[in-house]
């Protein structure tokens, strides 16, 4: 997104262009012939605000560690009675 602003409205509505522009938003604005570009200092990264959380499927009891568990129970099931066949 991008927007072009004259002056007098940066002045008045400077905290809302701060924001558009923290979101990601180019904000121009022109003085006397000049422009100025309103950019964050740092990049705002996205990613670095969410907060990760821990997957557990019920259905595996303990979590991960039993479901792996219980996944190589039955492989080892499986092979020995393949093994048996030879």
């Known amino acids: 997104m991008y927007?072009?602003?004259?002056i007098t409205k940066f002045r008045k509505?400077?905290?809302?262009?701060?924001?558009?522009?923290?979101?990601?938003t180019?904000?121009?604005f022109t003085h006397k012939g000049v422009t100025f570009k309103v950019v964050p200092e740092q990049s705002t990264d996205k990613l670095a605000n969410v907060t990760p959380l821990e997957v557990i499927n019920p259905a595996y009891g303990d979590g991960?560690?039993?479901g792996a568990a219980e996944?190589?129970?039955?492989?080892?099931k499986e092979w020995e009675?393949?093994?048996?066949?030879?």
């Not at 927007?3 to 004259?6: G, K, L, R, S």
């Not at 009675?81 to 030879?86: A, F, M, V």
Request: charged share 25%; aromatic share 8%.
């Open 26 to 28: 180019v904000v121009e």
């Open 13 to 24: 509505d400077i905290f809302s262009f701060a924001e558009a522009a923290l979101k990601g």
């Open 81 to 86: 009675k393949d093994w048996s066949q030879l």
């Open 64 to 66: 991960l560690e039993s």
């Open 71 to 76: 996944l190589q129970k039955e492989m080892t």
């Open 3 to 6: 927007m072009i602003v004259p």
